[in-house]
Antibody
Framework: EVQLLESGGGFVRPGKSARLSCAAS????????MTWVRQAPGKGLEWVST????????YYADSVKGRFTISRDNSKNTLFLHMNSLSVEDTARYYC?????????WGQGVLVTVSS | DIQMTQSPSSLSASLGDRVTITCQAS??????LNWYQQKPGKPPKLLIY???NLEAGVPSRFSGSGSGTDFTFTILRLQPEDIATYYC?????????FGQGTRLEIK
């Protein structure tokens, strides 16, 4: 069974940084692209970033490009999202999802609140 | 970016009803469209992929159709556990984009 467990969320001041992690199990992690999707409180879903299985290819939404960095450690079956220069507009629940294009498995998400 | 427009944004229906949600893409996405169900406090759950393929384990009362720019998601015989928000999502091009969601309630 695929399991994805996010961590690292919390309260962050505007302009500061945060790092999210997603621990994966139940599948061959390195064989799958991985994706971050976020959802602002009471709002819809927004694709944030995807990284290829080997980590060499990364893709970002314009809203986070240049501020967020997606990466992965295949030896530890872990996905990361490094978030810099956070703004209140980045307040959301961040989900990691297996694969790209079709998101069959999701974590429970982690809440990031950016506020002064 | 491809815009995905769902209709309606909210819907009230009775148990046993047939429910239909539409999703229109701003450009041709062939059949690169998924449908998700999200219940409060839970992550989205994939129901339909490639416009019309039912994900394993999803009840057969859910179905999807369409191609190009116009898509339809249907629930036959609405059940209490179907109360949720439903999203369409295109993946023909990055950035992958979602519809704004359709909140389904019981009348």
């Amino acid at each position: 069974e695929v399991q994805l467990l996010e961590s690292g969320g919390g309260f962050v001041r505007p302009g500061k940084s945060a790092r999210l992690s997603c621990a994966a199990s139940g599948f061959i992690f390195s064989s799958y692209a991985m994706t971050w999707v976020r959802q602002a409180p009471g709002k819809g879903l927004e694709w944030v970033s995807t990284v290829s299985g080997g980590g060499g290819n990364t893709y970002y939404a314009d809203s986070v490009k240049g501020r967020f960095t997606i990466s992965r450690d295949n030896s530890k079956n872990t996905l990361f999202l490094h978030m810099n220069s956070l703004s209140v507009e980045d307040t959301a629940r961040y989900y990691c999802a297996q694969n790209w294009k079709i998101f069959k498995s999701w974590g429970q998400g982690v809440l990031v609140t950016v506020s002064s | 970016d491809i815009q995905m427009t769902q209709s309606p944004s909210s819907l009230s229906a009775s148990l046993g009803d047939r429910v239909t949600i539409t999703c229109q893409a701003s450009q041709d996405i062939t059949n690169y469209l998924n449908w998700y169900q999200q219940k409060p406090g839970k992550p989205p759950k994939l129901l339909i992929y490639d416009a019309s393929n039912l994900e394993a384990g999803v009840p057969s009362r859910f179905s999807g159709s369409g191609s190009g720019t116009d898509f339809t998601f249907t629930i036959l015989r609405l059940q209490p556990e179907d109360i949720a928000t439903y999203y369409c999502q295109q993946y023909v091009n990055l950035p992958y984009t979602f519809g704004q969601g359709t909140r389904l309630e019981i009348k």
